[in-house]
């Protein structure tokens, strides 16, 4: 089974910075892609970014285009989500995810393990 385990989470002012990471244990695979999501109060879950297991490719929401970005570290198989120009709207919980796949994935329905979610809350 694999953990995922995120922090870095907390309360920001809007146009501060937080990066998040995720670290992945348990039973790991030799070839993986992992994934953001946010879910806010009485909306659903969105992908926010996906990053395939050689990093070599990305994928971003529009909503964080430019301003969010995800990186990894497989020797520590660890992936991180570096937020800047953070906005009120920016607040959720946010979720790390891992797909048993090589390319970039933005449905949730691809991923096949969830951490349990950080918080992030942006004060105007």
């Known amino acids: 089974q694999v953990q995922l385990v995120e922090s870095g989470g907390g309360l920001v002012q809007a146009g501060g910075s937080l990066r998040l990471s995720c670290a992945a244990s348990?039973?790991?695979?030799?070839?993986?892609?992992m994934g953001w999501f946010r879910q806010a109060p009485g909306k659903e879950r969105e992908f926010v970014a996906t990053?395939?297991?050689?990093?070599?490719?990305?994928y971003y929401a529009d909503s964080v285009k430019g301003r969010f970005t995800i990186s990894r570290d497989t020797a520590k198989n660890t992936v991180y989500l570096q937020m800047i120009s953070l906005k009120p709207e920016d607040t959720a919980v946010y979720y790390c995810?891992?797909?048993?796949?090589?390319?970039?994935?933005?449905?949730?329905?691809?991923?096949?393990?969830w951490g349990q979610g950080t918080q992030v809350t942006v004060s105007s």
């Open positions: 348990g039973r790991t695979f030799s070839t993986y892609t």
């Open positions: 990053i395939a297991w050689s990093g070599g490719s990305t």
């Open positions: 995810a891992m797909a048993r796949i090589r390319g970039i994935a933005r449905e949730a329905s691809w991923y096949d393990y």
